[in-house]
């Protein structure tokens, strides 16, 4: 299998790259490229959601190949001076094929998302909200109020939200996501204190352990913590997460990084997972799982990007090798104008000989739209 030949290398380049190398937000190699913390350009601290007033601007002015000219005004989401708005759309076509499976092509509306931020006092205390308002009816992503310092060097945060916890990719089907439960989908309720100083940035957070709102049954808690070091060059940082539940606990650990070469930004991250949850039968099992991620992204042009990304996941270290999976994935993301992107490529999955859907090949364009 392919997986065998690039097991050992995706393992030595995400290794590498957490040695030099960034907690991210939808789309970390940004942030490696200008040498700026997530919370420069989101609202949110740990990135991800609406974008601050610079995070408009870059989107305006840096990021895309052409800008249409709007006169001398730039839009910067303000409604009133404590108000402001913004939104994400993604819209795709995609060719799915599978051994031994007709090949489905199909469009989709993945999701249309509404930001509003409140600064009831400006740059102290501010509520937020994320919510995804299509397809499928109106569902809360986040609902948090957050208390920053007079100097903004910590905060506080309370309420619904998405927990830090490494590299918040755009592509929520990662092995490094999917694996830990942890994603842009997933969402907890709870606390979070967050300290951000000279070249530091670090969260704490405590909260309920179930995931999306559900109710809870017992007094088990999940702590979060993330800790990171960013420099104009690169950045690295290590993450924790520990589930303590009456069905069983949960223990996740990873170290991620990113570091700029030139026109290239380079993304790491290797987390492992011990999940003693797993239930077969009447009997509570543990796996130990390895998950790992290596991404390149070439700046060809300005506003033209071409993303590589290899993947390898170990669903159970106990076991043989047989059971481990691979993905590599090449995306070209071109952002012709202001607030609007379009997204190419192929992912293609590679697993156990005898588990067709492992063995995929997913062919997409995406329209993506943000303001």
Avoid at 192 to 212: I, L, M, S, Y
Avoid at 231 to 239: N, P, V, Y
Wanted: glycine residues 10%; contains cysteine; hydrophobic residues 40%.
């Amino acid at each position: 299998m392919i997986i065998r030949n690039y097991r050992l290398l995706l393992q030595c380049l995400a290794l590498t790259l957490c040695l030099f190398a960034l907690r991210a937000n939808a789309e970390p190699y940004l942030a490696v490229q200008t040498g700026l913390k997530c919370n420069q350009c989101h609202v949110n601290p740990t990135g991800g959601g609406l974008r601050t007033q610079y995070g408009d601007v870059f989107a305006q002015t840096l990021l895309p190949q052409e800008k249409i000219d709007t006169g001398p005004d730039l839009w910067t989401g303000d409604i009133t001076k404590f108000l402001r708005i913004g939104g994400d759309l993604r819209f795709d076509g995609s060719v799915m094929a599978e051994p031994h499976t007709k090949t489905q092509d199909t469009f989709t509306l993945q999701q249309t998302r509404v930001y509003l931020e409140a600064n009831v006092i400006p740059d102290r205390l501010l509520v937020y909200v994320d919510e995804q308002v299509a397809p499928g009816g109106a569902t809360n992503h986040e609902a948090y109020g957050v208390y920053w310092s007079a100097n903004h060097d910590w905060y506080v945060k309370a309420g619904q939200m998405y927990l830090p916890f490494g590299l918040r990719l755009q592509d929520q089907e990662a092995f490094i996501i999917t694996q830990t439960g942890i994603s842009m989908f997933q969402w907890d309720q709870g606390v979070e204190f967050g300290w951000e100083r000279g070249h530091w940035d670090a969260q704490f957070d405590v909260t309920n352990g179930t995931n999306n709102g559900a109710s809870t049954s017992d007094n088990g808690k999940r702590y979060s913590g993330q800790l990171q070091w960013v420099e104009s060059l690169f950045r690295f940082g290590g993450a924790a997460n520990f589930n303590k539940k009456m069905t069983g606990n949960k223990s996740e650990f990873a170290l991620f990084g990113g570091v700029r070469t030139g026109p290239v930004e380079w993304l790491g991250q290797v987390e492992v997972i011990d999940d003693k949850s797993i239930v077969q039968g009447a009997t509570v099992i543990g796996q130990r799982q390895l998950a790992s991620l290596a991404e390149a992204d070439w700046l060809i042009a300005k506003g033209n990007n071409l993303k590589i990304t290899g993947e390898y996941f170990n669903p159970d270290r106990s076991v043989s090798s047989h059971l481990n999976e691979g993905r590599l994935s090449v995306v070209y993301e071109w952002t012709p104008i202001q607030f609007a992107q379009l997204r190419g490529g192929m992912r293609y999955g590679d697993g156990i000989p005898e588990i067709a859907s492992l063995h995929t090949k997913l062919f997409f364009v995406e329209f993506h739209g943000f303001f």
